[in-house]
């Protein structure tokens, strides 16, 4: 079953200025259904996943093009990084938008293969798993999340009501495709099979770890402090592993798409900002079955509920930008007497405040934490906090309650 996506546009319009267009991303999100379905008749597709044909993409890549001349959608193209320097001389030649459609996991060694070969040739997409607002058939009306009036009621035409568990079902179960549009696949083996292929391809190919069982213990670790502050001293100690062991798998997570920190934000007219960043895991399924949360029920009434609604609802926005093909302008605010906002959305010179609340009926005391940012350098636009309410209602006259609905 293929569903929307709200890059889809994006993917079609950057095609017409960009010769080759990447598309990056975790394992399992839609990367390849998405090309394939937005590709334009005449394109050919090959994989670098079948072993003879990498094969001939690493040991000759001149006839590999030839064997595949564009306009070809190459799948997987972080195997082949030696067919780089070729398709940037087959753009230069034929001048012509749209010739390579490629995908690739492992961000960082592939960006660094691209940007050293194909800088100004090449328009780089983020994907990740299905948000709420494809789920529900409305992807082409989606827009980067602001909390301001007129974002908001545009909103409120499609939004759909979710109740509590409705909320928590979505993030007990996650948001990659093959899950989340198929009730009859078994939760628990579709995340064993995808940790297991994760640790056997990604990991080795990133870095060399020795003790497989106690990188996914690390990941464990990691996956019970999503929507926490990064103390990189303590998860180490958790893990059982050393720090700078810990620092380098941190990266390996945050490199292969798992995982995303949140800078704190910083300004020169204030000393007193934390300087560590807020872990997020990017799939919230993935994260609930990595801390073993055997229900929607269960996680709903256990100890990281409120943690990990943040992650979900954090991670909602961020696709609200990033499928849409743009960075995502979000920091968090946090002092060290502990008084803390937890998302920042910087536009157009101001900084629109967001909290995320476990709550169905936030009060004008939370709406009141957003005046802390007026001591900063940048005004403070109009504020939200997202929540359980079924009603977007304003709180003061310059802060709203959200429906969670609403992303």
């Known amino acids: ?39 334009p008749e005449g394109m050919t597709y090959v994989s670098l996943d079948d072993p003879g044909t990498r094969q001939l993409a690493t040991d000759d890549p001149a006839l590999f093009l030839q064997r595949f001349p564009p306009p070809v959608l190459i799948d997987e193209i972080q195997y082949a990084p030696d067919l780089f320097p070729y398709i940037k001389l087959s753009v230069d030649q034929s001048g012509r938008a749209g010739q390579f459609w490629l995908t690739g996991s492992q961000q960082f060694h592939l960006m660094r293969n691209v940007s050293e070969t194909l800088a100004g040739r090449v328009a780089i997409l983020k994907l990740l798993g299905l948000g709420m607002v494809e789920q529900h058939g409305h992807a082409a009306k989606s827009s980067p ?67 497989e069982s106690a990188f996914t213990h690390f990941i464990r670790a990691t996956a019970a402090r999503t929507g926490q502050l990064l103390n990189m001293a303590d998860l180490a100690r958790d893990s059982d592993v050393d720090p700078k062991t810990a620092k380098s798998w941190l990266s390996i997570l945050q490199t292969s798409g798992l995982i995303y920190l949140l800078e704190p934000y910083h300004s020169n007219r204030t000393k007193r900002l934390v300087k560590a960043p807020k872990l997020y895991f990017l799939d919230t399924g993935l994260c609930s079955y990595l801390v073993k949360w055997t229900s929607p029920e269960a996680l709903e009434a256990g100890a990281m509920a409120g943690h990990i609604l943040e992650t979900f609802l954090f991670t909602e926005i961020l696709k609200s930008y990033w499928h849409d093909g743009k960075e995502a302008p979000v920091s968090f605010y946090r002092d060290r ?12 010179g101001s900084l629109y405040p967001v909290e995320f609340k476990k709550a169905a009926r936030p009060d004008k005391r939370q709406a009141k934490q957003f005046r802390i940012l007026d001591k900063l350098s940048l005004p403070r636009g109009h504020g939200g906090i997202v929540c359980l309410t079924q009603n977007w209602l304003p709180i003061t006259d310059d802060v709203d309650a959200i429906p969670a609905g609403y992303l």
């Open 1 to 39: 079953m293929f569903l929307e996506r709200t890059l889809a546009n994006t993917l079609l319009q950057t095609a017409e200025t960009f010769p080759v267009v990447l598309v990056t991303g975790p394992r399992q999100v839609g990367k390849t259904t998405l090309l394939q379905a937005c590709a």
């Open 145 to 211: 999340f602001l909390p301001i009036p007129d974002g908001l009621a545009t909103r409120s035409e499609y939004a759909p009501d979710l109740t509590l568990m409705d909320i928590f079902r979505r993030i007990w179960t996650g948001s990659f495709p093959a899950i989340a549009l198929n009730p009859d696949v078994d939760r628990d083996v579709f995340y064993s099979s995808y940790l297991q292929t994760y640790i056997q391809r990604d990991v080795r190919d990133l870095t060399r770890v020795g003790d």
């Open 337 to 348: 007497d502990k008084k803390e906002i937890d998302l920042l959305i910087e536009r157009d």
